[in-house]
């Protein structure tokens, strides 16, 4: 990753400071540098590249080898050439770095200046709608630059070398803050009247690197009430934004790999042990903290400038729809809701949310992959040239192969929604296009009725179907370069499986080309389908019902007293019937039906609710647990007969939502290791929704390596359905034949 990354002016930085003469030269398939000198400054000069290389670049390898002497006369970058048809990288966007801060309270034309960056920092994939990574092919054409700036672009020894985005105040773009009747575009005055508004628990739009975004004073609950309203999600936690490393430290908890991670040049989203209350519904009870740390310029500026040391940050967008990138349609969506909305001149051209990392076990590991590490390639043992692979629905990323690299896209989102999928099949297009890809393939889930796996079918290239499970194990047996038999654990919400039922609760042994699936949690009636993902207490009663029929009633368990009588009646005679009555293995299906038992979560408001406010509920550490027969099937009414039981004792839902965590722990390790002493295999894959959930992860996986195998977990992708297009990308390297 050399690209946009000022890569070539380090190198001459670097050649300068060991007196070596020769060039450097950008190609699309990687950087040539030839260099004549003393052999003992070429050695350190080499090692210097390796060690100090620009904070965004990446080195893949360095291959040096002697070629003749050419008698240089100094050392040169020369212009980039394109001599093949291989892949030039793009770089994600960087947080604006120390030095530009720096500059912008020293620099004269760049005081205070928003869109002050340079080769190490700002905007690209953003911005960008065309390679070769130039001005001219991004959306800073429309700003001609400087005499000034031109100085600085053109000088090798400055730090704008080459700086595409390059801006200052008399030719860069600006900020607009637009309220119902003024506009206000003097930054001075923009930034006293946002310290008025936010006073005033209003709320504001304000335009970020890939989107708009909706802020407000996180510690007013009247503000943040007023978001909830307007956003129309009730439950989902709100991200926030700290003005400081110091402000952060007094709301949240963080060990020094979450720090890293809050501080790292790709700024995401780390979910964060809460230490202090915002206000309420920001999280909304949720035992965590959505944290970021300022990206932009301009949120430096800001926090300077207000009273407020956090602020909820969100996705500004309604519902499902994708983060608004349009100046016009959040003006008009926003401005009748909102206080004002905040907006700049320079178009975002790809939209990217902001990523979300959380740290496991000492590694941070992305839920959530767009700001910041997108488009960056995933490199693969194998070629995947022209595979193109269609991703999930829910959660939806799409990848493409190109050579051995794969380009897993941003976060897209819920592809049911109709502007999620224009923006699906706007943001494929574009990746074809930029990575000069010319599909040959359509790799897709099983599952027909997924609008990716209609998309692939209308693409009228021959189309693999993988099983969504093996996608999920594939997908972190590709990131870890793994290609051999393993034991495969994916555990997740639902996914079609090849039996036609929904699976969810799966144990393999498999490799890239295929799987055997050894064993599951017993099928269980998912009363209404989907209906029942919506209303956990749907499968809570599904359970009892399984186990103690219709005189599940005389249980009187309190939860029940929270549903509507009819509606439950309707259920238990769906289940007596078996009508629209789904069978599903799905492990997040358990987890809903332990959060409708124990009252912890009956209505789900979003995705994955229930299991959150279940794992949000454990207080304190034990090893006590329930009992899970594991024989051909893993039945798990033992353990459910057991949970009314405590239930009945008034157990406290922390208690048993502990006691089942840990019952998941227990039979995943359980498993795993009678299957590792059978077969021999060592390495086990962890994979699936659930493996979002921080307590069995960190115990899982530090359980199964003290018994002595090799665990394997997503970490540079998500291990929910976003990483799913990876997985079927690398299965479809091996099934290219076959189609
Ligand atoms: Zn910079
Ligand atoms: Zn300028
Ligand atoms: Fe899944």
Known sequence: MVQGVG????????????????????????????????????????????????????????????????????????????????????????????????????????????????????????????????????????????DTCRAEYSDVLDRRFHAQPVACHSCGPVYTLNEKSVKIEKLALILRRLQELLDDDGIIAIKGVGGYFLACDALSTKAVEKLRKLKNREGKPFAVMFADEQALKEYTFTDEYELQAVKSWQRPIVLLGKKNDLAWSVTKGFPTIGAMLPYMPFHYLMFENIRQKVLVLTSGNFSDEPIFIDDEKALEKFLPDCEAVLSYNREIYNRVDDSIVHVVNQKARLIRRSRGYVPVPIKLEQNADGI????????????????????????????????????????????????????????????????????????????????????????????????????????????????????????????????????????????????????????????????????????????????????????????????????TSSAGRLFDAVAGLTGLCLFSDFHAEAPMRLEGAIKGRSDEMYNMDSGEIINVKPMIRQIVTDIQKNVPGSEISLKFHNTIVDIIQKIVNSVS???????????????????????????????GLEVYMNEKIPCNDGGIALGQLAIATKKRGQV
């Open 388 to 583: 193109v692979a269609a991703g999930a629905e829910l959660v939806n990323c799409f990848c493409l192969g190109k050579g051995n690299m794969a380009f897993l896209s941003q976060h897209i989102g819920d592809l049911k929604n109709m502007e999620t999928y224009l923006f699906y099949i706007e943001s494929f297009n574009r990746f074809k296009d930029l990575f000069r890809v010319e599909p040959k393939l359509f790799v897709a889930d099983l599952h027909p009725d997924y609008l990716s796996t209609r998309f692939a079918d209308q693409s009228g290239l021959p189309v693999l179907k993988v099983q969504h499970h093996h996608a999920h194990i594939a997908s972190c047996m590709a990131e870890h370069g793994l290609d051999e038999k393993v034991i495969g654990v994916a555990f997740d919400g639902v996914g079609l499986g090849d039996d036609g039922k929904i699976w969810g609760g799966e144990f393999f042994i498999s490799d890239l080309s295929g799987y055997d699936r050894l064993t599951h949690f017993e099928y269980q009636q998912m009363p209404g389908g989907d209906k029942a993902t919506l209303n956990p207490w749907r499968m809570a009663v599904s359970y009892l019902y399984s186990i103690y029929g219709e005189s599940l009633m005389d249980l009187d368990l309190p939860f029940l007293h929270q549903v509507q009588e009819e509606e439950l009646n309707v259920v238990i005679q769906m289940l007596e019937k078996n009508f629209n009555c789904p069978e």
């Open 677 to 707: 002493k059978e077969t021999g295999l060592k390495k086990v894959v962890l994979s699936g929704g659930t493996f979002q959930n921080r307590y069995i992860s960190e115990k899982i996986e530090i359980k199964l390596q003290l018994s």
């Open 7 to 146: 890569f070539r002016p380090f190198v001459y930085r670097v050649a300068n400071k060991f007196r070596l003469k020769g060039e450097v030269e950008n190609r699309n398939d990687g950087v040539i540098i030839e260099i004549e000198g003393v052999e003992s400054a070429i050695n350190e000069f080499v090692n210097d590249i390796r060690h100090n290389a620009p904070p965004a670049s990446y080195i893949e390898s360095i291959h040096v080898s002697p070629v003749g002497i050419k008698s240089f006369k100094g050392f040169s970058i020369i212009p980039s050439t394109n001599i093949s048809d291989e892949i030039t990288l793009i770089s994600p966007d960087i947080a604006v770095c120390k030095d530009c801060l720096d500059d912008m309270r020293s620099q004269q034309h760049r005081l205070d200046y928003p869109f002050i960056n340079c080769t190490n920092c700002g905007p690209r994939f953003t911005i960008i709608k065309n390679l070769p990574y130039d001005r001219v092919n991004t959306t800073m054409d429309m700003f001609p630059m400087c």
